[in-house]
């Protein structure tokens, strides 16, 4: 498989090395030729130190005939220009982003990213998994980012508490599919009564946060707010 690398920092560089040592054919390409340089005296004489975003040089570097276009600079808007090329100018099958900022993820989406990669996402993930609050947990996000997947943990106070699935009021295009307890996930019926320590898994629009907060943990905090801010 051929890929090619836009973005010499620490991710792009050692993205590349593992690729070299799987067996891949890889092209680095990194703008500021200081860092090229020294990257070619590490790895060999496949990087290219010019700009990704420069439809030229995505050529020179092999666009036409890339199986993947990995864009992983430090800028968000350089890595949308990079896959945005590689893939309606140059037909590359698959593209992948690095955003750095969450909140340009929809719009990566929407201009047809394969695959987006959030450093911040996957981290602020991992510390929410590990805080022990009444909160409603981001988890993942599906459909082109029109659906979230969410975790509620059901803690004292919860009016879900004692309850069924049918029992409760959830909002339209949200459903209840599974609960975690004591580590272990099973599928939720409509008789499962909710105990003090679940962990139930819902889908649905993100719309539908706030609803379902005050249905599963209790009166609804700025759900969306917190978001913005991530």
Do not use: W
Not at 55 to 78: H, Q
Not at 105 to 120: A, K, M, N, Q, Y
């Amino acid at each position: 498989m051929f890929v090619l690398v836009i973005g010499g920092g620490k991710v792009g560089y050692y993205l590349t090395k593992e690729l070299i040592g799987a067996g891949h054919e890889v092209v680095l390409m990194e703008k500021d030729r200081t860092r090229a340089d020294q990257i070619t005296d590490e790895i060999g004489s496949i990087v290219i130190p010019h700009d990704g975003c420069e439809g030229s040089y995505l050529e020179e570097a092999g666009a036409t005939r890339a199986d993947v276009v990995a864009a992983v600079t430090g800028d968000d808007e350089d890595n949308l220009v990079i896959c945005q090329m590689a893939k309606h100018h140059f037909d590359v099958p698959r593209t992948i982003a690095r955003v750095n900022n969450p909140k340009n993820e929809e719009l990566f989406r929407h201009l047809g990213v394969d695959e987006i990669v959030s450093p911040t996402r996957m981290i602020l993930g991992s510390i929410e998994q590990d805080i022990p609050v009444p909160e409603l947990l981001h988890l993942a996000s599906l459909g082109g980012g029109e659906l979230e997947i969410m975790e509620a943990h059901l803690q004292d106070g919860s009016p879900a508490i004692g309850r069924t699935p049918r029992d409760l009021d959830i909002p339209e295009g949200c459903s209840l599919f599974a609960v975690v307890r004591d580590g272990i996930a099973t599928p939720l019926r409509v008789d499962s009564v909710f105990q003090e320590g679940d962990k139930v898994i819902a889908i649905g629009r993100m719309e539908s946060g706030v609803l379902l907060h005050e249905q599963l943990i209790g009166e609804a905090v700025e759900i969306a707010e917190a978001k913005d801010d991530r």
